[in-house]
């Protein structure tokens, strides 16, 4: 079964607000991942949180990772109009094949000017 | 950062022909290329492994002699989709990474994608 499933599936916020997706996972893990996609387009790294990590910090996002929950989070602060896109989490399994990301659904999020 | 890139951007092909992608790694040398498809509205799903100079691992389900992939080099690898029919349209995804080390290392980086479209 799918790894990774992100919560919500959609979210619509203003311009300014921050905005956060859930990642949930069911297998231990090397590392999780987030990345973004406008539409039609490929992927665009955001950030990787190891398994011995909590929280990371990267401009105006914020990644934390529970691993006793099998989770994570992604925050944006301050959304941007640019910041419409799907948001999707990915994880690298503990002892599978280094690389081998299991991919979540996404979170479309749109961000109304 | 490592930039990847894909040819075509989008094809469109009659059933029973075959469709080649290549995934090229521009600025770094990728160890490993991942090829993913995803179809509208859905996630990406891992359809194979390739290692430089090796064959390629598979997911269950994906069928390896439809689905040809060549990793000839460490900036180049190709997938073919052979005998292509409707339902083989989608949305193609290869991505890249280093197990060299360096910012590539762990990261995978994605090209923009290939849309087929099988008539």
């Given at each position: 079964?799918?790894?990774?499933?992100?919560?919500?599936?959609?979210l619509?916020i203003?311009?300014?607000?921050?905005?956060?997706?859930?990642?949930?996972?069911?297998?231990?893990?090397?590392?999780?991942?987030?990345?973004?996609?406008?539409?039609?387009?490929?992927?665009?790294?955001?950030?990787?949180?190891?398994?011995?990590?909590?929280?990371?910090?990267s401009?105006?996002?914020?990644?934390?990772?529970?691993?006793?929950?099998?989770?994570?989070?992604?925050?944006?602060?301050a959304?941007?109009?640019?910041?419409?896109?799907?948001?999707?989490?990915?994880?690298?399994r503990?002892?599978?094949?280094?690389?081998?990301?299991?991919?979540?659904?996404?979170?479309?999020?749109?961000?109304?000017? | 950062?490592?930039?990847?890139?894909?040819?075509?951007?989008?094809?469109?092909?009659?059933?029973g022909t075959?469709?080649?992608?290549?995934?090229?790694?521009?600025?770094?040398?990728?160890?490993?290329?991942?090829?993913?498809?995803?179809?509208?509205?859905q996630?990406?799903?891992?359809?194979?492994?390739s290692?430089?100079?090796?064959?390629?691992?598979?997911?269950?389900?994906?069928?390896?002699?439809?689905?040809?992939?060549?990793?000839?080099?460490?900036?180049?690898?190709?997938?073919?989709?052979?005998?292509?029919?409707?339902?083989?349209?989608?949305?193609y995804?290869?991505?890249?990474s280093?197990?060299a080390?360096?910012?590539?290392k762990?990261?995978?980086?994605?090209g923009?994608?290939?849309?087929?479209?099988?008539?």
């Amino acid at each position: 079964s799918q790894q990774g499933e992100e919560d919500p599936q959609a979210l619509s916020i203003q311009e300014g607000e921050n905005a956060t997706m859930n990642c949930s996972y069911k297998t231990s893990i090397n590392n999780l991942q987030w990345y973004r996609q406008n539409s039609g387009r490929g992927l665009v790294h955001l950030i990787l949180i190891r398994s011995n990590e909590r929280e990371k910090h990267s401009g105006r996002l914020r990644v934390t990772l529970d691993t006793s929950k099998k989770s994570s989070s992604l925050l944006i602060t301050a959304s941007r109009a640019a910041d419409t896109a799907s948001y999707f989490c990915a994880t690298e399994r503990y002892g599978g094949s280094q690389g081998n990301l299991i991919f979540g659904k996404g979170t479309k999020l749109s961000v109304k000017p | 950062g490592a930039v990847v890139s894909q040819h075509p951007s989008w094809v469109i092909c009659k059933s029973g022909t075959s469709v080649k992608i290549e995934c090229r790694s521009l600025d770094f040398q990728a160890t490993t290329m991942f090829w993913y498809r995803q179809f509208p509205k859905q996630s990406l799903m891992l359809m194979a492994t390739s290692n430089e100079g090796s064959k390629a691992t598979y997911e269950q389900g994906v069928e390896k002699d439809k689905f040809l992939i060549n990793h000839a080099s460490l900036t180049l690898s190709t997938l073919t989709v052979t005998s292509a029919h409707p339902e083989d349209s989608s949305f193609y995804i290869c991505s890249a990474s280093s197990l060299a080390g360096g910012p590539q290392k762990e990261t995978q980086y994605f090209g923009p994608g290939t849309r087929l479209l099988v008539l």
